[in-house]
């Protein structure tokens, strides 16, 4: 089990120093997400309901995280190292949970940007707004890498991962709204968290047979 843990956080860093070293999701993302929330507070009308600014920021987080999915398996796919790392021998779940804590780490940093600009341009966030996105980022990336990496060996991979993530991301959307605007919110942070732990446990353990396929 130790052994586990101790790949996953070397496949983990990998990821993490090539986009210090490369820079190319990161930026891409905080721009993408401040982009869209300073278009649309132009854009939207002067009264619009909070049900609304909070619908635009889930939209907003779930399109920025689509965005980093879609480079997850980018340097493996271009430098054919893909294979590399099924052949490895170490558990191939590992490679799901080191680009899962990866994309999780990137996803964080462009919300921590986001949220005080949502705050500034629309509406004040709440902690029920926070806890609710924490529980969204992790059933993001646990499906989405497990998505992203059958969309890697695919020819239309771009087109591919959002036709197979937006459908399974739609529960989130509609538990993070819940939780931003309902008197309480409890109910919806308890449906995000079972979406996390099911999902979880379905990307952990089909992910071998995805990547080895």
């Known amino acids: 089990m130790l052994s586990y843990f101790e790949d996953t956080a070397v496949l983990a860093r990998k990821d993490l ?3 210090l070293r490369a820079r190319d999701t990161l930026p891409a993302m905080l721009l993408f997400v401040l982009s869209v929330l300073a278009v649309f507070h132009f854009a939207l009308p002067s009264g619009s309901s ?6 635009l920021l889930w939209v907003a987080i779930i399109f920025t995280a689509l965005l980093g999915l879609g480079r997850a398996f980018v340097a493996e796919r271009e430098q054919g190292l893909l294979d590399a790392l099924v052949l490895a021998p170490v558990d191939r779940s590992t490679i799901w949970l ?3 804590i990866a994309t999780l780490a990137f996803l964080l940093v ?4 986001a949220l005080p600009a949502f705050a500034l ?12 996105v924490l529980l969204a980022d992790l059933g993001i990336c646990a499906v989405g890498v497990l998505l992203s990496a059958m969309a890697a060996a695919g020819r239309a991979r771009e087109l591919l991962l959002p036709l197979l993530f937006l ?3 739609l529960p989130i959307v509609i538990g993070g709204v819940g939780a931003s605007v309902a008197e309480s919110s409890g109910r919806y942070l308890a449906f995000l968290a079972l979406y ?3 999902f979880a446990l379905l990307a952990w353990a089909s992910f071998e047979y995805v990547v080895t396929e």
């Open 50 to 55: 909070r049900l609304a600014a909070f619908g």
């Open 196 to 198: 996390d732990a099911i």
């Open 17 to 19: 120093r090539l986009e």
């Open 98 to 100: 080191a680009k899962g």
């Open 167 to 169: 459908p399974l991301a």
């Open 121 to 132: 341009f629309f509406t004040p966030v709440s902690w029920a707004t926070i806890a609710g």
């Open 110 to 113: 462009a919300e921590l940007v």
